[in-house]
């Protein structure tokens, strides 16, 4: 069976997916019989070899070991290294609160990073002004979640009382040249005479960054749109999905122009891609486990929380905002309209502050039985993996805007790891071109484009590869 997907881009080669219908069964309770231990381990020499061959000459850290002393001594020191890298990620993370956050202040939001600054590249008055009114909501009572965090992030830091400001000044400078050089990055790879290199830079344009939490809704529409482009021409079968995998889900804290601050830290994607799975047949909801890996502690503790909450009958509440000014498609605007209609039921939003004139929101409560299906592993993919029971693997494994924070060779690791863990025929989905050097377990299928907005001028890839 052969499967065609169309991209926004003539120029892109068409795509063919097929699949096997083939699903191995594990029921529910056998898999929570692993929930309680810790199947978390580094990635062996041995399982590593095929990546290595075929990474050998690309000259990337890591990339010539021959040794299994010198692989684990590496391994684990780039597995520190990564997490050293989240601590960075929450200052980025400060860097937007302090451009876009509505929480602790009525001042206006900053339109962009580039109209943070002037012409002379000094902090405009309006970032100062909204610099010191987060310093200044640090040294009050407030119960603001995100202020809290900041608070005892700044002090886990050695950040001392009234020094503040100038931390968030300095922190915000470098965030704002940091941006500049990735804007740099990809014009050069648009300057350059192969077409390719502007998903290429795409890929890694991460690679050194800070880890980000970052996550938002519509990356979720793109995975919904590919899997039923797959459904629909045959290269996936109903009720072939059971255990997915979500690595990387994030938590929605204010990590970009058009993230929003005014409602309580919550994550997404766990719960859209279930409801995807759901809503396309590809599984039962009741019967669909996901299981989250993640490597930073926020997002894993917010995950446990959830999981217990849900186990205890209470609803895990999702704010949903849209910017009503933003040229949002027909398809984006449904699937915010239509977000949660399986998992959960309409509630109450939380009121919009006055200074985000047009965004309007909707709220999903989603049932303690889903929130309780939810499982958290502290797994960095690049150097650590789960040992799973066999034919307990995933038959779906997601990470969008995950791998871009890794070279190429680190890339392929995480393919490799991935792959590993899946079942024969899963599917894998990402969003970023990544290493084409990677394990033979995985066979590229081809890339897909969701637009987000009527033009096409703003959505999302997906690629694709199959477990073989």
């Known amino acids: 069976m052969m499967v065609r997907f169309r991209t926004l881009s003539s120029s892109c080669a068409r795509s063919y997916f097929w699949r096997t219908a083939c699903m191995a069964s594990l029921t529910f309770s056998s898999w929570a019989n692993i929930a ?16 290595l ?62 109209r943070a600054t002037s012409e002379a590249g000094e902090l405009v008055p309006a970032v100062i002004a909204r610099i010191h009114a987060l310093a200044v909501a640090l040294s009050s009572d407030t119960n603001n979640e995100r202020v809290r965090f900041v608070r005892e992030f700044l002090a886990r830091k050695g950040i001392r009382r009234n ?18 050089g990735y804007q740099n990055r990809l014009q050069d790879a648009a300057n350059d005479t192969d077409p390719s290199a502007v998903y290429l830079a795409r890929g890694t344009l991460f690679k050194t960054r800070g880890l980000s ?46 993230g929003y601050d005014f409602y309580p830290l919550q994550t997404l994607q766990p719960f859209a891609v279930l409801e995807t799975v759901a809503r396309l047949g590809l599984g039962k909801a009741e019967d669909l486990q996901v299981v989250c890996l993640d490597l930073n502690s926020a997002v894993v503790a917010h995950v446990q929380k959830l999981r217990e909450r849900g186990r205890a009958g209470q609803v895990y509440t999702v704010q949903l905002p849209r910017d009503t000014r933003a040229e949002w498609s027909p398809e984006a605007i449904a699937y915010w309209k239509g ?32 929130a309780a299906r939810m499982q958290v592993y502290d ?88 477990r073989k």
Do not use: C
């Not at 990339?63 to 780039?78: G, L, P």
């Open 36 to 51: 309680g231990q810790n199947p978390v381990r580094y990635l062996g020499f041995a399982e590593v070899q095929e990546t």
């Open 53 to 114: 061959r075929l990474n050998a000459a690309s000259g990337l850290p890591g990339s010539a070991i021959q040794e299994s002393a010198e692989w684990d001594t590496w391994i684990s020191a780039r597995d520190a290294e990564v997490r050293g890298r989240i601590d960075r990620g929450i200052e980025d993370s400060v860097s937007n609160l302090v451009l876009y956050g509505t929480s602790f202040t009525s001042l206006p939001r900053v339109e962009s990073v580039e």
């Open 163 to 180: 020094t503040e400001e100038p931390y968030f000044t300095e922190n915000l400078r470098r965030f704002i040249a940091e941006q500049a």
């Open 213 to 258: 939490v970052d996550t938002s809704l519509l990356p979720n529409l793109a995975l919904e749109q590919t899997l039923r482009a797959m459904l629909q021409k045959g290269a996936l079968t109903t009720g072939s999905m059971r255990r997915i995998a979500v690595i990387g889900p994030g938590l929605d804290f204010t990590d970009k122009r058009d």
């Open 339 to 370: 977000f949660g209609e399986i998992l959960g039921s309409p509630a109450k939003p939380l009121s919009v502050p006055a200074t985000l004139g047009g965004v309007v929101v909707r709220a999903v409560a989603i049932r303690p039985r889903y």
């Open 379 to 466: 797994v960095n993919i690049v150097a650590q993996t789960l040992d799973l029971p066999t034919s307990a693997g995933f038959d779906l494994v997601v990470a969008t805007n995950v791998l871009v924070y890794y070279d190429r060779f680190q890339q392929a690791l995480a393919m490799a790891n991935i792959a590993r863990m899946m079942n024969h025929h899963g599917i894998f989905m990402a969003n970023n071109v990544l290493a084409s050097q990677h394990t033979s377990d995985l066979e590229y299928l081809g890339r897909r484009t969701t637009p987000f907005t009527p033009s096409g001028a703003y959505g999302d890839d997906i690629v694709v590869y199959r």
